[in-house]
Nanobody
Framework: QVQLVESGGGLVQPGGSLRLSCAAS????????MGWYRQAPGKQRELVAT???????NYADSVKGRFTISRDNAKNTVYLQIDSLKPEDTAVYYC?????????WGQGTQVTVSS
């Protein structure tokens, strides 16, 4: 059974930083494409960043230059480094995996940016 567990969210002041982690199990992690999405209250879930099994990355325009996605295949973990946080980054952040044509979502971690 595929399982994704996010962690690292919290309350942070504008301009601050966080590193989100997503630990995967039940898949051959090095073969999976991974992604981070977010959903703000009253809004649809949106793409934040993705990383392929080969390490190629893609970012939403709204986060380019501030967010960095990375992966550690030895730890079966994908990370999202978030810098220069803005109040509009407040959302539940979800990771997903795409492995052998199966898409799986984690349960999400809350990020709140407020002074």
């Amino acid at each position: 059974q595929v399982q994704l567990v996010e962690s690292g969210g919290g309350l942070v002041q504008p301009g601050g930083s966080l590193r989100l982690s997503c630990a995967a199990s039940g898949i051959i992690f090095r073969e999976a494409a991974m992604g981070w999405y977010r959903q703000a209250p009253g809004k649809q879930r949106e793409l934040v960043a993705t990383i392929t099994s080969g390490g190629s990355t893609n970012y939403a325009d709204s986060v380019k230059g501030r967010f960095t996605i990375s992966r550690d295949n030895a730890k079966n973990t994908v990370y999202l480094q978030i810098d220069s946080l803005k109040p509009e980054d407040t959302a539940v952040y979800y990771c997903n995996s795409f492995f052998r044509n199966r898409l799986t979502w984690g349960q999400g971690t809350q990020v709140t940016v407020s002074s």
